[in-house]
């Protein structure tokens, strides 16, 4: 019973590799973002709360920018999908916001900088194992 779940190809096994695959990638995003808010929140900076961040943040941009886009967009048409661009980002930020315990611009200087250091660590880490992305030639020495 269990077997029939899961798409055809796609095991127990395989499942578990996902799911380890993804809280990888989810403590590798949250790095730049305890970083930036340790730079700009100081003490209200946590890993967890990073974490936490990084989590909720996409989850609510996706469900502000999907229920924006259905209730705006058959009203407004393409407007109202850009609306709800702007107000999922807006909401974003607002996780931020809480997370941290930041004001609004601060909670905008978290993300800016949570960009730039992802950056700058896609670079180094382009340099240290000798690629930057799968966009970008590799660089040698």
Known sequence: MLASLFVDGVDLLTLLEIVIALIIVWI????????AGKAVAKGNATFGRAMGATLLGPIVYA????????????????????AGFVLAFIAWIGIYKLSFKTGWLAALAIAVLAI?????????????????SPFLPAWSF
């Open 28 to 35: 590798l995003v949250s790095i730049p973002v305890y970083i």
């Open 63 to 82: 469900v502000v920018l999907v229920a924006t886009d259905f209730f705006l967009g058959g009203l407004f048409g393409s407007i109202g999908y850009v």
């Open 116 to 132: 730039i250091v992802f950056v700058v660590l896609l670079v180094i880490a382009g340099f240290l194992f000798g690629f930057l």
